[in-house]
């Protein structure tokens, strides 16, 4: 059980930047897979992004291109830098760690540590 705390979240204007810290309690670089989730009111659980150990990573088509994900070993921290925000990225954001020490995806299933989540909210 990893424990797991996400930071950075608020209100932003369309167009706008957060960046999106999650802190864990234990040394992160002997996870295989670290991933961002997001949530909105009456929608499934998505997954944003996931970067491996190796510093491979993937993004959904809807952030491809304004969310970039990052680790920091070092300091047991994963990141979500967010740029060009838009309305529909409104969520609560969560990170997670996976359970594989093989492969990596969007599938919530495959992740077992979850942090508390992060409301961000894109609106003028």
């Known amino acids: 059980q990893v424990q797991l705390v996400e930071s950075g979240g608020g209100s932003v204007q369309p167009g706008g930047s957060v960046r999106l810290a999650c802190a864990s309690s234990s040394y992160i670089g002997s996870i295989y897979c670290m991933g961002w989730f997001r949530q909105a009111p009456g929608k499934e659980r998505e997954g944003v992004a996931y970067?491996?150990?190796?510093?491979?990573?993937h993004y959904a088509d809807s952030v491809k291109g304004r969310f970039t994900i990052s680790r920091n070993d070092a300091k047991s921290t994963l990141y979500l830098q967010m740029s060009t925000l838009k309305p529909e990225d409104t969520a609560i954001y969560y990170c997670a760690t996976g359970r594989s020490q093989s492969f990596c995806n969007h599938d919530y299933r495959d992740y077992n540590s979850w942090g508390q989540g992060t409301q961000v909210t894109v609106s003028s």
């Open positions: 970067i491996t150990r190796g510093g491979t990573t």
